[in-house]
């Protein structure tokens, strides 16, 4: 087989089956691209068109996940958090205006009973929005049983509980003593590396184990592997080199082009450590106007879609980890990353109606200290 001198080309559709890349590509691209037509081209050529379209497609996916995970993060800390936390301290202000108002008309048992109701329900609410202040502390364990440093302690018990439940489903023996120590850190760390300490024992008999004697055919493959990575690390290697001794800068006794040789070695340099066959080769045609992929033999030809396979592999997971990323970041288990967009976005805009309907009650209640009673009867309906 003579393969055929590819092109560059406009990116092309996604890899899949039914791709019809009979015509091939327009010219005048970033996409390495054997030209001809479908019945004109090799298995390996079109091997080969297809793995580069589904480089490309791939690399694009990856780069437009990871934008729109960067504004997402951007969006999550600069708009949505900002907005929880202004609820949350429009909630203290209109509980600490609730109480400078009861105290100004020194109020009846009923709205007495209705201040313990509600102060404590709106601050608990607005203490997982916000800082909680040292006044809204003090206020809170006024009107509560219980007080914030209680329910913290509760709260983390809790916490501490689930996670000593899931180790012991996981197959972890936990002491019965520990469980009384939730509230110790130090006896918790010790218990935490204890049991890091014992994994690691586990493994490191499960890995001494003596290995089941392998057969010929698998001694073979594994041999047969161990060939073709060494193959594939050599191709990736000859194209290296053969940039990388044209562009040498101690050869360059120009300075404008010495810097320019240094500045593309970079590039060379790292798609080399990178793996990236496909863009050694971009950059082989960009500089060279002979040589590289155009005049491979057809064994090194088979050895570049050896390579096109794995760099697909690799991007393959590393898409769709970045695809998934904000699902893991913000415990959303469902839908694409513009629903959740939007669900942020409702979500904020509730937060923001909320925080104007409350700074709207506190400002009635300074105005007028007879709008107590109304006020709690309105509150005690959304803060139950």
């Not at 899949?16 to 390996?44: C, H, M, N, Y």
């Not at 009861?102 to 404590?120: C, F, H, L, Y």
Request: aromatic share 6%; proline share 5%.
């Amino acid at each position: 087989m003579s393969p055929r001198k590819p092109a560059l080309a406009p990116d092309p559709v996604p890899l899949f089956d039914d791709v019809d890349i009979s015509s091939g590509p327009e010219p005048a691209s970033r996409v390495l691209w054997f030209t001809g037509r479908g019945d004109q081209l090799s298995k390996e050529e079109k091997s080969f068109n297809r793995l580069t379209a589904r480089i490309k497609t791939l690399q694009a996916r990856i780069e437009t996940a990871e934008r729109e995970n960067l504004e997402l993060d951007q969006h999550y800390l600069g708009q949505f958090r900002p907005a929880l936390q202004a609820l949350g301290e429009a909630m203290m202000a209109l509980a600490l205006r609730l109480e400078e108002t009861a105290a100004r008309r020194r109020p009846g048992k009923t709205v007495a009973r209705q201040m313990k109701r509600v102060i404590p329900a709106i601050l608990q609410e607005a203490f997982q929005l916000a800082e909680p202040t040292p006044e809204a502390t003090a206020l809170h364990d006024t009107y509560s049983r219980r007080s914030y440093q209680v329910l913290q302690a509760e709260a983390e018990t809790e916490a501490g509980e689930a996670v000593l439940d899931f180790m012991e489903e996981m197959g972890f023996e936990v002491p019965p003593e520990i469980r009384k120590k939730l509230d110790d850190p130090e006896a918790m760390d010790a218990f935490a590396e204890r049991l890091a300490q014992q994994f690691a024992e586990e493994m490191g008999v499960g890995m001494a184990r003596p290995p089941r004697r392998k057969s010929k055919k698998q001694l073979e493959r594994e041999a047969q592997e161990r060939q073709k990575d060494e193959l594939k690390q050599r191709s990736l290697r000859d194209v290296y080199i053969a940039l990388a001794k044209v562009l040498h800068p101690d050869a360059e006794s120009d300075p404008g082009k010495k810097d320019e040789k240094e500045a593309f070695l970079k590039r060379v340099t790292a798609a080399y450590r990178e793996g990236n066959l496909v863009e050694l080769l971009h950059l082989e045609m960009e500089w060279l106007e002979e040589g590289g992929v155009q005049n491979a033999s057809a064994d090194k030809l088979a050895l570049y879609l050896e390579l096109l396979k794995d760099q697909v592999r690799d991007l393959e997971a590393t898409c769709c980890s970045t695809e998934n990323k904000f699902r893991e970041t913000y415990s959303a288990f469902a839908g694409s990353i513009g629903a959740f967009r939007r669900t942020l976005a409702r979500e904020q805009a509730e937060a923001e109606i909320e925080r104007a309907r409350l700074q709207g009650l506190a400002a009635r209640l300074e105005a007028d200290p007879g709008f107590l009673e109304d006020c709690l009867a309105v509150l005690r309906e959304g803060f139950k």
